[in-house]
């Protein structure tokens, strides 16, 4: 298999994380910033190829009764730009795929005051947004399994 990509858009930063090789575990990467999305789009069609992606998971944020709100529509619009960078020369065969991430940054959260994280680097949201791009990731993971 090949590796798999994990988005979690936010307005200010965009959290990524990246599985194994097995497609199996999901590890938090980096944060980058999210306010110029013709950059962040660069730097994740380049990722994708250093790290032989296959596939992009986005969050696809929704709220608690399973309809779009504002951030959905900017997920939407980053997506397209996305999916526009991927098209251009030279071709880049790659799926990328929503993923409900509901609740994922309280789960990250949650995680960060288990691990017994220091309330400093708690402070830092880039942390948040990593442990909820891994912890989307792996939801998406774990779905494979059940399927195959």
């Known amino acids: 298999m090949s590796k798999i990509i ?29 306010k110029d999305a013709a950059k962040a789009v660069s730097y994740i069609k380049k990722l994708a190829s ?13 709220n ?6 504002k951030q959905t529509g900017e997920v939407e619009l980053f997506e397209e730009k996305l999916r526009e960078e991927f098209l251009k020369e030279p071709p880049y065969d790659i799926q990328i ?5 509901r609740f994922t940054s309280k789960m990250a959260l949650d ?14 949201k880039s942390n948040l947004d990593i442990t909820s791009a ?9 779905s494979l399994k059940r399927i195959t």
């Open 97 to 101: 795929v929503r993923w409900d991430e």
């Open 134 to 142: 891994a912890i989307m990731l792996q939801s998406y993971l774990d």
């Open 6 to 34: 994990g988005i979690d858009h936010g307005s200010v930063r965009i959290g990524i994380a990246v599985s194994d090789d097995s497609s199996t575990v999901a590890f938090g990467r980096e944060a980058i910033q999210g």
């Open 64 to 69: 608690l009764k399973a309809e779009k709100t």
């Open 111 to 124: 995680s960060q005051l288990e691990s017994g994280m220091k309330k400093k680097r708690r402070q830092d």
């Open 50 to 62: 250093e790290e032989n992606a296959s596939t992009i998971v986005i969050g696809y944020p929704l």
